[in-house]
Nanobody
């Protein structure tokens, strides 16, 4: 089992920045990939950024150049630094852990709202 708790969402003006945090607990050794996803009302949940246990990073095109995913293994925390935010970044952001066994776990989500 893996537990994920996100924080850091909020309301920010266009062009502003936020840093999301995801604290991971449980069977951390079993995690292969950590990722951030987002879902706006009426849309599907899409990948924003992922980082593997080996350190490989992948970004959605919409996130490249503006968002940075990172991790602090000592704190069991994964971050998403979001800069130059746009109104279209408004969504609920979810943290996800994919284990080597192919099962996945989601956090409860944190709301990000970007005003124009």
């Amino acid at each position: 089992q893996v537990q994920l708790v996100e924080s850091g969402g909020g309301l920010v003006q266009s062009g502003g920045s936020l840093r999301l945090s995801c604290v991971v607990s449980g069977s951390i050794f079993s995690i292969n990939v950590m990722g951030w996803y987002r879902q706006a009302p009426g849309t599907r949940r899409d990948m924003v950024a992922t980082i593997t246990s080996g350190g490989s990073i992948n970004y959605a095109d919409s996130a490249k150049g503006r968002f940075t995913i990172s991790r602090d293994s000592a704190k069991n925390t994964v971050y998403l630094q979001m800069n130059s935010l746009k109104p279209e970044d408004t969504a609920v952001y979810y943290c996800k852990a994919d284990r080597f066994t192919r099962d996945g776990y989601w956090g409860q989500g944190t709301q990000v709202t970007v005003s124009s």
